[in-house]
T-cell receptor
Framework: KAGVTQTPRYLIKTRGQQVTLSCSPISGHRSVSWYQQTPGQGLQFLFEYFSETQRNKGNFPGRFSGRQFSNSRSEMNVSTLELGDSALYLC?????????????FGPGTRLLVL | GQNIDQPTEMTATEGAIVQINCTYQTSGFNGLFWYQQHAGEAPTFLSYNVLDGLEEKGRFSSFLSRSKGYSYLLLKELQMKDSASYLCAVNDDYKLSFGAGTTVTVRA
């Protein structure tokens, strides 16, 4: 069974631009969570989607948004990029709610904002 | 809110044992996970504890005490490939809150 895939793997943007990242979960997994990982802050939860509905949200500004499609694929969008948004963005999928079911992580998208 | 603490770095010798502690204070608790993350790679699942006690899985064991808000990951018979970051994560109201991670370096 294929693992979680994320595209693109690397991205360079400039301040003020917007970016869309994509995540395809493991087949059959309906829950997709997004995390931001930076050396200083570690892994920070962004949001979680299940059956196209956002069920949980972390403490990030409204510039960070996401959505999930009927095939469980998910996208996250960051508008008006800031230098501090440079990070590794990880997507994780699970059969059910995170914490009750094991989450499997994708390889991540490394975003650099100049 | 949540507060999850684990040591930043640990160093040990090949073949030795290392214990990584994790303490947490969260508004909700529905289980604790340990993940391993090699440099430049995605985190991979190691263990899950929801009840007090020890869970053993090969060379890796994880312990949980809910009353103390404490867990540890025990790595036995260390191998060079165990050099990685180890992340403690708490299921806090059905979202995972992660500690900053413990970087373990295994020396020959």
């Amino acid at each position: 069974k294929a693992g979680v895939t994320q595209t693109p793997r690397y991205l360079i943007k400039t301040r003020g631009q917007q970016v869309t990242l994509s995540c395809s979960p493991i087949s059959g997994h309906r829950s997709v969570s997004w995390y931001q990982q930076t050396p200083g802050q570690g892994l920070q939860f962004l949001f979680e989607y299940f059956s196209e509905t956002q069920r949980n949200k972390g403490n990030f500004p409204g510039r960070f948004s996401g959505r999930q499609f009927s095939n469980s694929r998910s996208e996250m969008n960051v508008s008006t990029l800031e230098l501090g948004d440079s990070a590794l963005y990880l997507c994780a999928s699970s059969l059910g709610p995170p914490g009750l079911e094991t989450q499997y992580f994708g390889p991540g998208t490394r975003l650099l904002v100049l | 809110g949540q507060n999850i603490d684990q040591p930043t770095e640990m160093t040990a010798t090949e073949g030795a044992i290392v214990q990584i502690n994790c303490t947490y204070q969260t508004s909700g608790f529905n289980g604790l996970f340990w993940y391993q993350q090699h440099a430049g790679e995605a985190p991979t699942f190691l263990s899950y504890n929801v009840l007090d006690g020890l869970e053993e899985k090969g060379r890796f064991s994880s312990f949980l005490s809910r009353s103390k808000g404490y867990s540890y990951l025990l790595l036995k018979e260390l191998q060079m490939k165990d050099s990685a970051s180890y992340l403690c994560a708490v299921n806090d109201d059905y979202k995972l809150s992660f500690g900053a991670g413990t970087t373990v370096t295994v020396r020959a």
